[in-house]
Each structure stands twice: as structure tokens, then as C-alpha cells.
């Protein structure tokens, strides 16, 4: 009898070694081999009543037919046998088959006495025709200990990790089965969670993505100490995408992912490769959030070592213009133009990453304006970087940018050797007013436009389009030094009645914006002392209000630094309303 049962082991695991090789390559029906015999019909037919009847092979309990044994279980297991009674064998089926003997116990009976009778692995796809069905290969995942022979594991591993499953929800629950398995294998484990994380990170065999169930298998492969090491940086890497992303269930976390690549830094060889995930460090720790506090000094370090990587020129200009950054804004270091000049050169030079280039020109160019912080002012340096912006069509927001400074160096005359020329900066600003894709730069243009039209200046003078240019103005406080100028503008003719109807309910409304903006003080005094003087008198729109007038040249004492003027006529009102 245990002759016979493990002959009955042999057979199911070598069935169950088809199965697998079915499962990871697509098998096509071969020749038999000349020196495999076929069990006889009636055996076949006896073997599948068997089944049918769910008796244990009762037909084939005996002597004179143990030999045929492997043979015929391997076909019925992989429905192989043909002709109309044809059917699934599951695990069920299998049960049957071992007359409910425990498989443990056929297990330790197995491992104790090695059966007469091979089967040779090499003939495997002779038998294994046919796709086996989902509960056949469940069974078989479920119970793969009894694969414990050296002869069979190795090539179970070879097979499975093949990777060519064609049955996707099979392979998946496959992979379930054996990452919770640790205590048989826990190398297997390790491998099968490995796999489960890449599969919910891609979302491959027909799984929805998944980024919270990647990570908790991805975790565990990081933490396990039976993965492999190309395992453990595998593992680090998706993580860090899959917190950088913050997509399919995780929510974005700039600290987990510099603890993660921090990991494997040391353990990455490829120059472009390190050069990216220093980068990406660099870039998280400059721009702060998502649980990760800003600190300038280490982006810059890691910026440093990216810049000059000649492996990987994207990264290395991206690095650059940082460090441009970092030296041109004094973020965790003092100013110094000098060396900002030196990276943003070397972006507006480079090609590898075009997209940053006209940024650079323009910086160049205000570095080269304005001087400075180890610069020296040169206009006509600034006016070559400008006009090389201006060009960037491709970039309609640096060009408006660039235009923007051309017309300021026009209307300064710092273009032309101290001639200002109106009509050039007319044009220009005209230019980059139209452009709504960099709202700054317009309302600042726009500004300087109603300017023009006022004052008639490269153009005839003409109230309607002033008035019009300085209202745009005015309505975009996303340049606060636009807004101010332009509502400072609009406040004083509507207080004078010049191009517009007199009216002080407007001029205060204008003055009053102006008066909460303390950062422009000169304006916010002026203001308020404007206003004091309309509450005072009253008129157009406005009635007498002694104590509004005296709570505005009040709070013109109260600044930090009027000028003494302001202060001198702040009193003088407060004297009269006194009397």
C-alpha cells in the first residue's frame, strides 16, 4: 500500500510540475516520445470512471497496473483525455483521489522512501496538453509543500518565477498563496510579496492599480531579511515613486520618500541613475511639504553633486538652475549673483533641457540690470540677455517677461545711452499686455501704458485708453507694485476730475486699498492723508466726517517712518479739527 501511495505522490507531483510549466510557457502538443509507452485505453477509461464516481482510484489499485499510475494521473489532471467525458479535475477531485488521506501525512511518507517509478521532467510536456483549470492550479499552489525533493523544487522555483503566467487572476492568487507562507519558505515568500507589490504598482494581469496594497508588500520585501538585495532596491525605488506620486490610495509624502532613497543611494551604480534620485532628493527638500520641512542647504548639496554629471545632462542642467536659484534669491545662503550668474550661464547654454534656457536669459538679464551682490550694473550686458529672451516664441511668458524689461530700458533710456524713447516702449508694453499668461508682467505693463496714454508720451494724449490701461492695472493684485501705482493713479483723477467725472467716493475707495498696503509706505501715507483731507471737507459723493479724517492722519503718526512732511500736515489737520 505505501508502494501504491507513493506512487499516487509521484504522479500528483509531477502533474503538479506540468501544471506549472504549462502555466508559465505556452506548451504546444509535441510528439510522444518513442520510448513512453500509453497506458492501455481501458485503464484510461477505468482511471476517468474513477473520477466520475468519486472512488480513489479503485480500478487501479493494483499490482499489475502500478507502473501505468503516474501516467494516468497526469492526464486526468490536466483533462487531457480525450473524448466527450472530458472534465475539470479540482481540488475536490484530488481529494477524492487520495481517499481523504492527509496530505502531510503522504508528504512525510514521501520524503521517507523514494518511488521506483520516475517520471522524467523532461517528458513533462508530453503530457501536459491541455490548460489546467483555475481550482486544479489553486490546489496545487495551496499545497506546493510537496515539492519538498530537491529534484522537483528547484525546478517548481525555475518554472514559477518564469514570470509568463497567461492566466492573470490565477497567477495573482498564486502569488497571495505564497507570500503568506513564510514559515515553509520564506524566500519564495519574499520573491512572491516582490511580485505582488509590482503587480499592484503597474497594474498588470488585469489588477486595478494600487498603490496602498503595493506598498504594504514592497514593505515588507524592504524589511524581510531572506529578500535579495536587487529585491531591496527594487523595493525602495517603487516606493519612493509611489509616495512621490501620491496616486491609487497613498497620499503623497515627500519624507517617506528621501528615507527611501536615501536606502539605496550607496547601492546605486549607475552614474545617471544616482544623479536622477539626487536630483529628485534635492528637489524635495527645496521645495518642501507633504511632511517634509524646506531646508535649502541640503537641496544644495545634493544639487552640487548632480551638476556637473556629464552621465546624465537633463538632470545636471536641472541641478544648475537650482543652484541658480538658491544664489540669485539667498535661500539658506547669502546672495551672490556671481555665482548665480555662473549656473544660469551654463542653462542657457545647454540644449539637453531647452525648457529652462529662456528662464535662465531672463535671470542673467536682471542680474546684469540691477547688479549688485558681487555683479556690476551693465545695461547694455542686460539688454543682449533680454532681447535673446524675447526671441523664446516657443515660450510666450519669458518672452513677455523679456519685452516687459526691453520697454523699461527703452522708457529710461538705459537702451539708448540715456535717450528715452517713448515710442519703442509704447510698443513693447502694448506687446506684453495682450499676453494674459503672465499676469505680472501685464499689469505692470498696463500701467505703464495708461502712464503714457496720460501724459501723451510716444503717443497722443488720450484719457479714454489711460483711464482704461490703469483700471486693468488696478484689478490685478497679483502684482501688488502694479496695483498700488495704478490705484494711486486712478484715485488722484478721480479726485481732480481730470478725464473722468469728479467723484470722491471713488477716489476714496482707490485710496483706501492703497492706505491697507503698508509695504509701499510713501503711498499708504499719501493716502491717508488724502483721504483725512476728503472727510474734512466733504463734497462730490462724500460727507463730512470729522472723526474718519482724524482716525486717518491719526494712523499717519503711527507709521513706523512717515516722512516729515507727512508728518508736519498729518498734525496741522489734526490741530484744526481740534480748534
Known amino acids: ?15 503538479h510540475c506540468g501544471l506549472l510549466l504549462y502555466a508559465e510557457t505556452k506548451i504546444m502538443r509535441v510528439p510522444r516520445p518513442a520510448h513512453i509507452q500509453e497506458p492501455p485505453e481501458e485503464l484510461m477509461d477505468l482511471a476517468m470512471e474513477d473520477v466520475f464516481t468519486e472512488k480513489p482510484f479503485a480500478h487501479l489499485m493494483q499490482e499489475q497496473h502500478e507502473h501505468d499510475l503516474p501516467y494516468i494521473i497526469a492526464r486526468v489532471v490536466t483533462k487531457s483525455y480525450a473524448g466527450d467525458r472530458v472534465r475539470y479535475c479540482n481540488a475536490h477531485d484530488l481529494n477524492k483521489l487520495f481517499g481523504g488521506y492527509p496530505l502531510k501525512n503522504i508528504t512525510a511518507l514521501y520524503s521517507e522512501k523514494t518511488p521506483q517509478h520516475g517520471f522524467p521532467v523532461q517528458h513533462i510536456d508530453y503530457y501536459v496538453i491541455n490548460s489546467p483549470d483555475d481550482a486544479a492550479f489553486l490546489y496545487l499552489c495551496s499545497y506546493y509543500d510537496l515539492m519538498i525533493d530537491p529534484i522537483h523544487k528547484d525546478k517548481f522555483r525555475e518554472m514559477f518565477y518564469a514570470n509568463q503566467i497567461e492566466n492573470p487572476e490565477l497567477h495573482v492568487k498564486a502569488q497571495r498563496r505564497l507570500a503568506i507562507d513564510e514559515q515553509f519558505d520564506p524566500v519564495i515568500s519574499a520573491k512572491a510579496k516582490m511580485r505582488l507589490g509590482e503587480i499592484y504598482f503597474t497594474g498588470r494581469y488585469g489588477m486595478a492599480k494600487d498603490y496602498a496594497q503595493a506598498s504594504q508588500y514592497l514593505q515588507d520585501v524592504v524589511e524581510c531579511p531572506h529578500s535579495d538585495s536587487v529585491a531591496v532596491m ?29 536606502c539605496i543611494l550607496s547601492e546605486q551604480k549607475d552614474a545617471a541613475v544616482l544623479a536622477n534620485m539626487q536630483l529628485q532628493l534635492g528637489q524635495m527638500y527645496y521645495l518642501g511639504g507633504y511632511g517634509l520641512a524646506v531646508d535649502y542647504m541640503r537641496a544644495r548639496s545634493y544639487f ?37 550668474r555662473h549656473y544660469f550661464d551654463g542653462v542657457a ?11 535662465a536669459l531672463i535671470i542673467l538679464g536682471e542680474i546684469a540690470y540691477f547688479g549688485g551682490n558681487g555683479v556690476t550694473q551693465d545695461y547694455a550686458v542686460a539688454h543682449t540677455y533680454y ?16 519685452n516687459y524689461w526691453l ?20 510698443r513693447l508694453w502694448e506687446q506684453v499686455a495682450k499676453q494674459d499668461n503672465n499676469l505680472e508682467v501685464a499689469a505692470r505693463a498696463k500701467y505703464w501704458l495708461g502712464t503714457l496714454y496720460y501724459e501723451g508720451k510716444g503717443t497722443g494724449k488720450n484719457n479714454r485708453l489711460a483711464i482704461r490701461y490703469l483700471k486693468e492695472a488696478a484689478q490685478q493684485e497679483r502684482d501688488p507694485w502694479a496695483c498700488v501705482e495704478a490705484r494711486s493713479w486712478l484715485a488722484w483723477l478721480y479726485y481732480e ?71 508736519a500736515r498729518a498734525k496741522e489737520w489734526l490741530a484744526t479739527l481740534s480748534r
Not at 311 to 336: M, T
Not at 349 to 359: E, V
Not at 407 to 426: C, D, S, T
Request: with cysteine; aromatic share 10%; charged share 25%.
Open 497 to 567: 476730475g481730470d478725464g473722468v467725472r469728479k467723484d470722491y467716493r471713488e477716489a476714496v475707495s482707490h485710496w483706501d486699498y492703497v492706505a491697507h498696503q503698508p509695504y509701499n509706505l510713501n503711498a499708504c501715507v499719501d493716502a491717508m492723508l488724502s483721504i483725512g483731507e476728503i472727510y474734512t471737507a466733504g463734497g462730490y459723493g462724500i460727507a463730512k466726517d470729522q472723526a474718519r479724517a482724524r482716525s486717518y492722519f491719526e494712523r499717519v503718526l503711527e507709521q513706523e517712518a512717515p516722512d516729515s512732511e507727512s508728518v
Open 1 to 15: 500500500m505505501k508502494k501504491i501511495i507513493s506512487l499516487l505522490v509521484l504522479g500528483i507531483m509531477t502533474t
Open 387 to 402: 532681447e535673446k529672451a524675447a526671441q523664446q516664441k516657443e515660450n510666450l511668458a519669458v518672452a513677455a517677461r523679456a
Open 407 to 426: 520697454g523699461e530700458m527703452q522708457y529710461f533710456g538705459q537702451a539708448n545711452n540715456g535717450v528715452e524713447n517713448y515710442a519703442a516702449a509704447l
Open 349 to 359: 547654454q545647454q540644449n539637453a533641457l531647452a525648457s529652462l534656457a529662456p528662464d
Open 234 to 262: 527594487r523595493a525602495h525605488g517603487l516606493l519612493g515613486e509611489i509616495y512621490y506620486s501620491g496616486q491609487y490610495g497613498v497620499d503623497k509624502n515627500y519624507k517617506k520618500v528621501c528615507q527611501t532613497l536615501k
Open 304 to 340: 552640487e553633486q548632480v551638476a556637473n554629471q556629464e552621465k546624465n545632462p537633463a538632470a545636471a542642467v536641472r541641478a544648475q538652475y537650482r543652484l541658480g536659484q538658491i544664489y540669485y534669491r539667498g535661500q539658506g545662503i547669502e546672495k551672490d549673483y556671481e555665482k548665480a
